[in-house]
């Protein structure tokens, strides 16, 4: 069965994203400069995280296949060690896998993460984001949200070492050139 996606239009960051089997609706896929499809998933304490609730700020949210295996691994110590210059730079880290609730408790505490790590087990999210490849599969990949709520930067695959750096280097300017005077 195809999921097909629809974004309901209200308010920035307002709209919804809804999973349907009807096959009249249009797919959605993420577009740099266009409104960031709104989520709500659960973190590794059991609390809805929205995406909604980070307007105003910038927004890492960050895209992996597995909770704790080495990529992940790396990639999710890196973004936490970094975590001080990105909440300089005003930016959230959300991190998004497959993995359940108690899964992403168990790889955070394991590894002493800073960062809110959410589950989408149904990877409805995951898909909305082009995160899901071939046969289902999820993929690492990152977007950075603006604080109007715009998809900034989008990278479909990443490779884990260096990636929290790379990502820290955009922020730096996409802020700058957010900043400048129209």
């Known amino acids: 069965m195809t999921i097909l996606l629809t974004i309901i239009s209200t308010p920035l960051l ?3 994203a809804h999973a349907t089997t009807e096959s009249t609706e249009e797919q959605v896929s993420i577009q740099v ?6 989520f709500t998933r659960t973190d590794q304490h059991g609390q ?4 909604s609730e980070f307007k105003g700020k910038w927004v890492v949210l960050y895209f992996y296949p597995k909770a704790d ?3 992940c691994t790396m990639q999710a110590c890196d973004f936490s060690d970094g975590i001080e210059k990105f909440t300089e730079l005003s930016a959230v880290i959300l991190g998004m896998s497959p993995d359940s609730v108690e899964d992403q408790k168990k790889f955070a505490e394991k590894h002493k993460l800073k960062i809110t790590l959410l589950s989408d087990t149904d990877k409805q999210v995951m898909r909305i984001y082009q995160a899901i490849k071939d046969q289902n599969r999820p993929v690492r990949s990152t977007v950075i949200i603006d604080p109007q709520g715009n998809v900034a930067h989008h990278w479909p695959t990443v490779t884990p070492r260096g990636h929290a750096d790379m990502i820290r280097k955009k922020l730096d300017e996409l802020r700058a050139a957010n900043e400048k005077p129209e």
């Open 33 to 38: 400069g266009q409104p960031a499809p709104a």
């Open 14 to 16: 307002a709209h919804e």
């Open 48 to 51: 809805e995280v929205s995406l």
């Open 69 to 71: 295996t080495s990529g």
